[in-house]
Nanobody, 126 residues
């Protein structure tokens, strides 16, 4: 069974940067996509971005486009989320997710992912 462990969260001032890491272990050979989501108390989990494992193509939520970048290291089974120009509204618990299911498009909904990390807190102060 695949496991995901996030790291790199913390407290940063508005305008600053953080890089989150997600380490995947276990049965990762069937990965179709890796995604990042975030959640604040009382709200639903929100899509941030995704990377399709077959070709490395990425897709981002409009709220983070141009500021966040997903990258991957296939050999190390790692996925990264580089977050620049952070805003207070980016404050959330960030989750790494893995999908072993095939979809022709998307990977923007949480139900499309079947493995989740424990989350890491990102706090952006104004």
């Amino acid at each position: 069974q695949a496991q995901l462990v996030e790291s790199g969260g913390g407290l940063v001032q508005a305008g600053g940067s953080l890089r989150l890491s997600c380490a995947a272990s276990g049965r990762t050979s069937s990965t179709s996509a890796m995604g990042w989501f975030r959640q604040t108390p009382g709200k639903e989990r929100e899509f941030v971005g995704t990377v399709r494992w077959s070709d490395g193509s990425t897709y981002y939520a409009d709220s983070v486009k141009g500021r966040f970048t997903i990258s991957r290291d296939n050999a190390k089974n790692m996925v990264y989320l580089q977050m620049n120009s952070l805003k207070p509204e980016d404050t959330a618990v960030y989750y790494c997710a893995r999908s072993s299911r095939y979809y022709s498009s998307g990977y923007v909904r949480s139900e499309q992912y079947n493995y989740w990390g424990q989350g890491t807190q990102v706090t952006v102060s104004s």
